[in-house]
């Protein structure tokens, strides 16, 4: 199978040079490796898997070093019957559905009993960035029997007959239609094919290449010549001339020479558009208010800025806001312990050594110890000018690490085992070691040195300060799967808290105190190693579709089974943040899920009044259901504190913040779905099939700030996923018994519903040996930073737009 082996060279550099980097390549019909081989010298670094029916091409494909699979790839798995010739055994025309051509008569044609599968049993679980597809008819059988697996991809690019080449192959409309269903759009013709004396000579086949609507995020770096960017510059020229709109922002005024006519804007630098120091964010104010109004640029060029600026972190979290995809150039770390200015090594004002690894951009402190080490590998580094310069292609957000951050000084001794690891490099003193990798945060010894503090009372610290540190304790203790002994400590550590008599220093400091109190007083008590209490039922619930049905609970459960729904989003809200939020999240569902689903709205106190919550939302779609309670916000009189400066807060926000954690348990055990539950003013941004798929296995997923020590936020309560589980339903029910009771007295905690899931995961693992609890991807799939307007293609699946965020700036 697999009529071509050759790779259009130039189409894959040029999603290269966008930024693109697969890491694994699935070659379905091989043939004897050419594609393979020819799209490796494009993409090195990735990893090709091979799929081929044709016995007689097992030698070629065995002689190379990657999994394979002799097998035809279908929609059903079993034994096929594989049309060959006895002119060429491994011909380019094998396939399961015999070729209308002499090549395949009577009198050459062979037909061989092959193995058939279906890739999602033969590959279940896994994922491949890049597919490729040469099955001569079959492309629509392979798609239907790879449909979970093949959707995980970046690209599909699959030859297509335009005429009736395959006896009973499917039309290309079908081949079309089913790439669509899984979520993907044509994006190029790759190459045309012809036959010599086959129907005159005309058009047979296309090769077409497809992209997910939604493109993942992607980076890689190579090693070159110093400023090596002809390539660069040329594809962005033929990007421009396809796309006269193509827009380029260069970063700190290029290099000598860089082309005119390849720059819209400038950032950074003396001169330009938008000048300042590419340190301060206050440089890129202007910029991203541009970009909110205007989109992003769709590409940005860094050539030798990062390796200069004191904080590289402010460049790199905005690259991804500023601009669609990019290029970063600096001096390798090669080139940067070379004596090529002097005496000293490198260059003398540049701050950070840089290097590209496994995907990661890792920027090491340039400090004066670099000049007394010497460096084994320099006089072959010297000879090597192809490595001169680190050059980064990324697209749709930027990984990278600080070794040490940014400002902070490592010790001597860190100091000479990261950079002699970095710069590969010993002193004179000692061989370089192999570096530990960066330690995980040392509970034990962060927990003993807060209860340090907390109990010398002799130290002279305030009660306040001592309070500080008695919260820093237990919030640490929530930081790790709960023992025995530090369940007990934890509680100890509590009542020592309440014990304590704070008064505040200064006026100043009361609200400090009111909000440290709340908080301890919101995890003393919480009883985790009790047993779970019974579920709680709401009574008789109501329901009303976008499109005006009114349903009961049985009525709800008929209607998701109607529309086929696999998937709920759920959110709760009042009816004037129903009104603010309400359409923006149930239109950005309809528009980006690859999910059947239903977008349930719970009206906090407008249980009466779902009609005219609809009606503020505008939207007339089955799959919307508005539900709500008799909540009545006048009647509350807990006091609701925030941390200061905020203080007492005169609605009850924490009520407001709670409901949809109270009201989920009965959603989920009444439409036995995956449940998305978020905050109302949140946005999805592409599909969630990949989601639901990756945590297939786990009881519910939570928003974890892992580098969040603190008991209120070091888990976000903007989004969770919860499976419909009996332990969803522990940890559920012991959530909903313990805000029902926080919520009823005097005095609450702002943050009660995250201080509450923190508590909950911790109930359940004590009730739960092996609860499956997993964890959002904070850099893709949820966003923890604030954002004040919509900038287009910001690089998160879920949005959340968080208080203050102009609404003015979406797009509907």
Not at 716 to 722: G, I, Q, S
Request: with cysteine; charged share 25%.
């Amino acid at each position: 199978m697999g009529r071509r082996g050759a790779v259009n060279r130039e189409q894959l550099q040029g999603l290269k040079l966008d930024g693109y980097a697969p890491r694994t390549m699935l070659d379905i019909g091989a043939h004897v490796g050419s594609f393979t081989r020819g799209f490796l010298q494009v993409f090195p670094d990735c990893a090709p898997t091979l799929v081929e029916p044709n016995p007689f091409c097992e030698a070629d494909l065995a002689a190379m070093p990657f999994e394979r699979h002799m097998v035809a790839a279908s929609h059903e798995n079993g034994e096929a019957e594989l049309f060959l010739t006895k002119e060429w055994l491994q011909s380019t025309g094998t396939s399961l559905y015999r070729e209308n051509t002499d090549f395949f008569r009577d009198d050459v044609m062979i037909r061989r009993v092959v193995p058939k599968a279906r890739l999602d049993d033969l590959l279940a679980g896994r994922r491949f960035d890049f597919v490729k597809i040469d099955t001569q008819g079959a492309e629509l059988d392979v798609l239907r029997g790879g449909e979970t697996v093949l959707r995980q991809a970046d690209y599909i690019l699959l030859e297509i007959s335009v005429v009736n080449f395959n006896e009973g192959a499917p039309p290309a409309e079908q081949v079309f239609e089913q790439l669509r269903l899984m979520g993907f759009v044509p994006a190029d013709v790759t190459d045309f094919h012809r036959l010599r004396g086959v129907r005159d000579g005309g058009l047979l086949q296309l090769d077409f290449l497809f992209k997910r609507r939604a493109a993942r995020p992607s980076q890689f770096g190579q090693l070159t010549g110093l400023n090596a960017l002809g390539e660069l510059v040329a594809h962005l020229r033929a990007r421009k001339a396809e796309d006269p709109a193509f827009r380029v922002l260069l970063i700190g005024g290029g290099p000598p020479g860089w082309p005119e006519d390849l720059r819209d804007a400038t950032l950074g630098g003396p001169a330009g558009e938008h000048v300042g120091d590419l340190s301060d964010p206050d440089t890129y104010r202007a910029l991203l208010t541009q970009v909110a109004r205007e989109g992003r640029f769709d590409y940005a060029v860094a050539p030798h800025v990062l390796q200069t600026l004191a904080r590289p972190s402010v460049l790199l979290e905005r690259l991804p806001l500023i601009a669609e995809a990019g290029w970063i150039t600096t001096p390798s770390r090669y080139l940067e312990v070379l004596k090529i200015e002097g005496a000293h090594r490198g260059f003398a004002h540049h701050r950070w050594g840089v290097d590209n690894d496994q995907g990661v951009l890792v920027l090491a402190p340039k400090t004066p110890l670099v000049e007394r080490m010497t460096f084994p590998g320099e006089a072959q580094w010297r000879q090597a000018t192809d490595r001169f310069e680190l050059q980064v292609g990324w697209r749709g957000g930027l990984r990278y690490e600080i070794l040490t951050g940014e400002g902070v000084l490592p010790s001597q001794a860190a100091a000479k085992t990261l950079l002699g690891r970095f710069f590969e490099g010993v002193t004179p003193d000692e061989e370089a070691a192999i570096p530990a990798p960066e330690a995980p945060l040392d509970v034990a010894a962060e927990l003993a040195k807060a209860m340090a503090a907390a109990r010398d009372a002799s130290a002279g610290l305030h009660p306040l300060g001592r309070m500080k540190y008695y919260h820093d304790a237990v919030s640490l203790i929530l930081c790790e799967p709960l023992t025995a002994e530090r369940l007990a400590l934890f509680e100890a550590l509590l009542d020592e808290a309440a014990a304590l008599h704070v008064e505040p220093p200064a006026p100043e400091w009361r609200d400090w105190v009111i909000h440290y109190q709340v908080v301890m007083e919101a995890l003393t008590g919480a009883k985790l190693d009790a047993p779970t209490p019974a579920a709680v039922d709401d009574g008789p619930q109501v329901f009303l579709t976008g499109d005006g049905l009114t349903l009961d609970a049985e009525g709800l459960k008929a209607h998701a089974d109607a529309v086929g729904a696999q998937v709920v989003f759920f959110a709760a809200a009042d009816a004037r943040y129903v009104e603010l939020y309400a359409r923006w999240l149930a239109l950005s569902v309809i528009k980006h899920s690859d999910v059947p689903f239903l977008v349930v709205i719970h009206v906090i106190g407008g249980a009466e009044r779902l009609a005219d919550a609809a009606a503020t939302v505008g939207v007339s779609d089955p799959r919307l259901i508005f539900t709500g309670d008799v909540f009545d916000a006048s009647a509350v009189t807990t006091r609701c504190y925030e941390a200061p400066p905020k203080g007492l807060i005169e609605i009850p926000v924490a009520h407001y913040q709670s409901v949809r954690f109270q009201r989920l348990g009965g959603l989920l055990d009444l439409l036995q779905r995956p449940v998305f539950v978020s905050d109302i003013d949140l946005l999805l941004q592409r599909g969630v099939e990949d989601l639901l798929d990756q945590w297939r296995d786990a009881d519910f997923v939570i928003n974890e700030n892992e580098r969040n020590t603190q008991a209120g936020s070091r888990i976000t309560a903007n989004l969770l996923l919860a499976r419909p589980t009996a332990t969803t339903a522990i940890m559920l029910r012991w959530l909903r018994a313990y805000l029902d009771e926080r919520l009823s007295r005097e005095t609450v905690t702002r943050w009660i519903d995250q201080v509450a899931l923190n508590l909950a995961r911790h109930h359940l693992a004590l009730q739960v040996q092996d609860a499956r609890i997993g964890a959002f991807d904070t850099l893709s799939d949820i966003n923890n930073v604030m954002f004040s307007q919509y900038v287009p293609g910001h690089p998160f699946r879920f949005l959340s737009l968080y208080h203050g965020f102009d609404t003015s700036t979406l797009e509907e």
